[in-house]
């Protein structure tokens, strides 16, 4: 989209390194999604798919065309979209994200929302109810794959996003400046065990932010796109430690993979579910608050229940 060939064209936001082009153009289209194009070279070097950053500025035709490019090679379609993609309008128009013909799935912002407000001391019911919508809107194909998220590179990290003090709208130089004092981190690493307990049981793939697992913190761009901290990752570092607790149960469940969702108990200070399949079951208790809980468990369960982790 030129406004004076070849030197000043039109950017998404005003970046210049992102030059806005006209998706429906055949030969653009060609480039991208053709034989040979774009896609089909990447995944040639061994991409196994894409996430489509925006996607609600794209059109559906277009997405429709990546996706079978995406498709001829095997591959996996992902879409950022912030809301319920199932009924998405975006620019005036119903959006055809989750219809079986564009995306596979989703970056599952809902579920970081309602994740992050249920363990900062937010109600129960609330949380089962936003975690039933998506259950209830998004076909199981795109449930069982949506991409569950703490934190992002366009949000804080989840350690300071917490336990951390609130950003509300200060800028960046407040930003570079602030760390989280010990008792900040310390509270704040106990939330996220119960957090990314949610992540890992919670239908979907749990996706893990790097160095969200050895406690990075940071607020928003670029403050939470720190390089790795590698001197952190060793033998006692507890939260690294819980992450591969997490990895090794749900490797060992399939029931987490693919089973049914079924909320048992949802009350003002914690939830219980199960995860359900051919295979066997698992029962998840969350209690964020201080108070001692009375869990329904049932019949059968007294003397064949192993608690991990009494955060």
Request: net charge negative; glycine share 8%.
């Amino acid at each position: 989209k030129f406004e004076n060939h070849p030197e000043k064209y039109l950017s998404w936001w005003g970046f210049q390194t992102l030059p806005e082009v006209i998706e429906t153009d055949e030969s653009f289209v060609q480039f991208i999604t053709g034989k040979g194009g774009v896609i089909d070279y990447w995944m040639g070097l061994g991409a196994s798919g894409f996430r489509l950053d925006v996607a609600d500025e794209l059109p559906d035709c277009f997405i429709k065309q990546i996706r079978c490019a995406v498709k001829r090679n095997g591959g996996v379609l992902y879409g950022e979209v912030w809301e319920d993609a199932s009924n998405k309008v975006s620019y005036g128009e119903q959006r055809a994200f989750l219809y079986g013909e564009e995306l596979d799935s989703v970056m599952n912002y809902p579920f970081l929302n309602a994740i992050h407000s249920f363990v900062k001391g937010g109600s129960g019911v609330s949380f089962m109810q936003e975690v039933l919508t998506i259950c209830e809107n998004y076909p199981k194909e795109t449930l069982d794959c949506l991409m569950n998220l703490l934190s992002t590179h366009d949000t804080e990290r989840v350690l300071t996003a917490l336990a951390g003090e609130e950003s509300l709208s200060r800028g960046r130089e407040w930003q570079a400046v602030q760390k989280m004092s010990e008792s900040e981190i310390e509270k704040g690493a106990k939330l996220l065990k119960l957090a990314s307990t949610l992540l890992y049981t919670l239908p979907g793939v749990p996706c893990v932010y790097y160095g969200d697992e050895i406690l990075t913190q940071g607020y928003r761009d670029p403050f939470n796109r720190k390089s790795f901290d590698w001197s952190r990752v060793n033998e006692q570092n507890e939260m690294l430690s819980w992450y591969k607790t997490l990895g090794k149960i749900r490797n060992a469940c399939p029931a987490l993979m693919s089973g049914e969702f079924l909320p048992v108990q949802w009350e003002k200070d914690f939830v219980s579910y199960l995860r359900v399949c051919e295979e066997g079951e698992i029962f998840v208790v969350v209690n964020p608050s201080e108070n001692v809980q009375n869990i329904w468990l049932l019949p059968g369960w007294k003397d064949d229940v192993t608690i991990i982790g009494n955060e």
